[in-house]
């Protein structure tokens, strides 16, 4: 039977995961906290625009309102590892070998070792990611997306549909690009022969997404059930149905997180209930009843047996799947 621990703080969660096995939440007023027997909180930021897990687990880098770019291990030490002056760190994704890359304006920035190089662009950057060997980095911007090879002087990628993306993503295997876009729907790239993939239907925007153990699926937010797109065979999720978990008739679903081992996903609502459902068979246990305000975050640990999630009202908590 799952058991819940929960952590009330005061404001919005932007971040709610796992840094060497100690759970945290990164809330927007910059504050970071943890959980547990070692429980307590520092100031990073004088507010958080945005925040993301390094990849090697061990430590969460965070961009704040303040235009400085933190590291924050697990101890609560506070290292800042870039600094543009007073301009907000809106997007933000994290590499290979501790690589940053960072974007404020048009501007989108990209740090290896001590080396910060900066890539200038004609409309805002929505969103950074890196891909999954790390030698690329895809910007989501107004009318499509830009790849940039930040260690070489080659010239950028285009990858181009008209509308405004908000975020963007690579398959795990690197063969597909995909973005979250203003109207209600996803968009992408099979990069090999640059073929479109339409992701449609949403009735409200996909602000969260989670690959699926292996790469096959990707799920989402933005409907009144986790939407999960198949990424399985030549074609990706093209001419195939998605698979619809945890429907609701009631609330829509705001953040998802797959399982790290198995095709299962966890899946928080707008008004904080969270599920458990599984691909094959659809069965669902329920994690979390209602609460005072939409789940903003969830993140497994590594072992898939704890959940760190977080609210936009500042509910926070650990579920123990395992106990």
Request: charged share 20%.
């Amino acid at each position: 039977m799952p058991t819940l621990a929960p952590l009330d703080l005061d404001t919005h969660c932007l971040l709610a995961g796992f840094v060497d096995d100690n759970p945290f939440f990164a809330l927007a007023d910059g504050s970071i906290h943890w959980s547990g027997d070692g429980r307590k909180a520092v100031s990073a930021h004088d507010g958080l625009a945005s925040a993301a897990i390094a990849l090697d687990g061990y430590s969460l880098v965070t961009g704040g309102e303040d235009g400085r770019v933190c590291r924050v291990d697990a101890q609560g030490g506070v290292e800042e590892i870039a600094a543009i002056g007073r301009k907000w760190i809106t997007a933000l994704a994290c590499g290979p070998q501790k690589a940053i890359a960072f974007a404020s304006g048009r501007t989108m920035f990209a740090k290896s070792g001590k080396d910060l190089r900066q890539f200038e662009h004609q409309r805002s950057v929505e969103g950074v990611a890196f891909a999954p060997k790390g030698l690329r980095i895809a910007v989501a911007r107004y009318h499509g997306v830009t790849l940039h090879w930040p260690e070489t002087q080659s010239a950028p990628a285009e990858l181009e549909w008209k509308g405004a993306h908000n975020a963007v993503t690579f398959s795990p295997d690197g063969r597909y690009v995909i973005t979250a876009m203003q109207e209600n729907a996803l968009h992408g790239w099979r990069l090999a022969d640059g073929q479109h993939l339409r992701m449609s239907g949403y009735p409200a925007k996909a602000r969260s997404w989670s690959w699926a153990a292996k790469g096959r699926w990707l799920a989402t937010s933005g409907a009144a059930a986790a939407i999960v797109w198949p990424f399985t065979g030549k074609d990706g999720p093209m001419g195939k149905a998605p698979l619809e978990l945890g429907t609701r008739a009631d609330a829509l679903v705001t953040a998802v997180s797959c399982h790290p081992e198995e095709d299962m996903v966890a899946i928080g609502f707008n008004d904080g209930m969270i599920l458990f459902v599984r691909f094959a068979d659809q069965k669902e246990v329920l994690l979390r009843r209602p609460g005072k305000s939409a789940v903003s975050s969830l993140n497994w640990d590594t072992q898939g047996y704890r959940l760190a999630f977080g609210t936009e009202g500042g509910e926070c908590g650990l579920i123990d799947i395992a106990a």
